[in-house]
């Protein structure tokens, strides 16, 4: 499978068979763009839209896959990695 239908299937996964709202959910998940989203869907002849994952995007799109399938829920984990956020880089500033 290349990557523009992985994320396209994943995103689709986890958004919970939903077709809207796809790149938008998985972009709040990776605290990616969802430019960013859609350009590594991207398929067919728009090749200038087309961007490659860094090897980080593509773990961490895997990651949040186990994570679903295991039946975790994502929303609460994205709230409380942005606590920690928070929390720790915070102490620094």
Do not use: C
């Not at 290349?2 to 972009?27: C, K, Y």
């Not at 186990?66 to 929303?75: S, V």
Request: glycine share 6%; no cysteine.
């Amino acid at each position: 499978m290349d990557q523009s239908t992985a994320v396209r299937a994943i995103a689709q996964e986890l958004n919970a068979g939903e077709p809207s709202g796809r790149s938008t959910r998985l972009a709040r998940l990776m605290g990616a763009s969802v430019a960013a989203i859609r350009s590594w869907g991207a398929s067919g002849a728009s090749e200038e839209r087309k961007r490659a994952m860094t090897p980080t995007a593509r773990r961490l799109l895997f990651v949040l896959l186990a994570l679903h399938r295991e039946g975790h829920d994502l929303d609460a984990l994205r709230s409380a990695a942005r606590r920690l956020e928070r929390e720790y880089l915070e102490e620094d500033a």
